[in-house]
């Protein structure tokens, strides 16, 4: 099932209506798969969603290990846990990297500290300083990665886009995750706006079927944005009527969102 068509999962296909516990995660993740059920214990860890269903075509790493090797600094904006950079070693002699939510903060500086990486809760204030800009599912401040980077330096960064998972807002009927669209074609706009040549641009929207509606609770779980009211509890019909139609066709079929862009300051 696609996520374009509206009013889906159709009413016609709720057999029944299970109680909210049913959808909850169990009190203990199964073995081997604690780093995919509901939130981090410590801080929020995106890497275990690489590999599978929705990720890109492309290797977001190899594409920054390819920029690392002829790079004297680096930036790393939203590292978040710090875990993708330190996967990313050897790192330029001068990397730095920028994470500002406070429950992730402290997890970077213990990983990063053995790599010799300050990890700052404010972009540096400097100009012309790194020859590399990184910028996973992060921010991406075009004026201020414009500033930061030297002539010749070069950003890349994947984001997730605005459409991400919504056909999973449609099926629940919660209001769209975005206000606003968020797409290769508007950071492209903002970085070329702010002085930098945009020199590739990558953008899909992969397949992801969810097997059954806990798949999809546990989902939600770890993306609290997507629908910022989730509960079980409170989306308890609007789970019903998916799970009846799972049970039915076998799976619910949603697109992710995922664009790449790299640039250059000239």
Do not use: K
Request: proline share 8%; hydrophobic share 40%; glycine share 10%.
């Amino acid at each position: 099932m696609s996520q374009g068509r509206p009013g889906w999962p159709p009413l016609g296909y709720r057999r029944h209506v299970r109680s909210p516990q049913q959808y909850d995660d169990p009190a203990e993740p199964p073995s081997g798969a604690s780093s995919g059920w509901g939130e981090r214990a410590t801080a929020w860890e995106f890497a275990w969603l690489d590999g599978r269903p929705g990720e890109p075509s492309w290797s977001y790493a190899e594409l920054a290990r390819a920029l690392l090797r002829d790079a004297g600094a680096l930036l790393d904006l939203d590292t978040g846990s710090g875990e993708l950079l330190a996967e990313l070693a050897p790192l330029p002699a001068h990397t730095v990297a920028v994470e500002s939510w406070a429950r992730n903060t402290p997890v970077a500086r213990d990983r990063l500290a053995p790599f010799g990486v300050p990890v700052l809760t404010e972009l540096p204030g400097g100009e012309d300083e790194f020859d590399v800009v990184l910028s996973r599912h992060g921010r991406l401040p075009a004026t201020d990665i414009s500033r930061l980077l030297r002539p010749g330096g070069r950003l890349l960064s994947q984001q997730v886009g605005s459409d991400d998972l919504a056909g999973l807002n449609l099926a629940l009927g919660a209001p769209a995750a975005h206000l606003r669209p968020w797409n290769a074609t508007a950071a492209t706009a903002a970085l070329e706006e702010a002085g930098l040549e945009v020199t590739d641009v990558r953008e899909e929207r992969p397949a992801i079927t969810f097997g059954d509606a806990g798949a999809v609770v546990r989902r939600l779980r770890d993306l609290p944005w997507q629908i910022r009211d989730f509960t079980p509890q409170r989306y308890a019909e609007a789970l019903g009527r998916l799970d009846s139609f799972i049970q039915v066709h076998g799976g619910f079929t949603v697109s992710a969102h995922r664009f790449l862009v790299q640039a250059v300051r000239r």
